[in-house]
């Protein structure tokens, strides 16, 4: 094989090592864009549940404080 012949196959073998390391590289960024994207679903539902339950919370407060101030009915 001629000096010429070995430094194509070289370069042959480099560019392929590279088109599989892309591919690769590809493959991860889609998968890690999926997990990033289901992630923030469930962040915003998380969100939505703690924003309920603040408003059940203070309403459970503001119905428990009223009655708590007043003397109970046999005084």
């Known amino acids: 094989?001629?000096?010429?012949?070995q430094s194509n196959q070289d370069l042959s073998d480099r560019i392929d090592?590279?088109?599989m390391r892309?591919?690769?590289q590809d493959d991860?960024?889609?998968t890690l864009?999926?997990?990033i994207t289901a992630q923030w679903r469930e962040i915003d539902a998380l969100k939505r549940?703690?924003?309920l339950l603040i408003e059940r919370l203070a309403d459970v407060q503001g119905n428990t404080e009223g009655?708590?101030?007043e003397p109970?009915?046999?005084y």
Not at 1 to 5: L, N, R
């Open 33 to 35: 864009n999926q997990t």
């Open 72 to 74: 109970p009915p046999h």
């Open 49 to 51: 549940q703690i924003a």
């Open 17 to 19: 090592a590279l088109e």
């Open 1 to 5: 094989m001629s000096s010429s012949d």
């Open 28 to 30: 991860t960024i889609e």
């Open 67 to 69: 009655p708590r101030h």
């Open 22 to 24: 892309l591919t690769f």
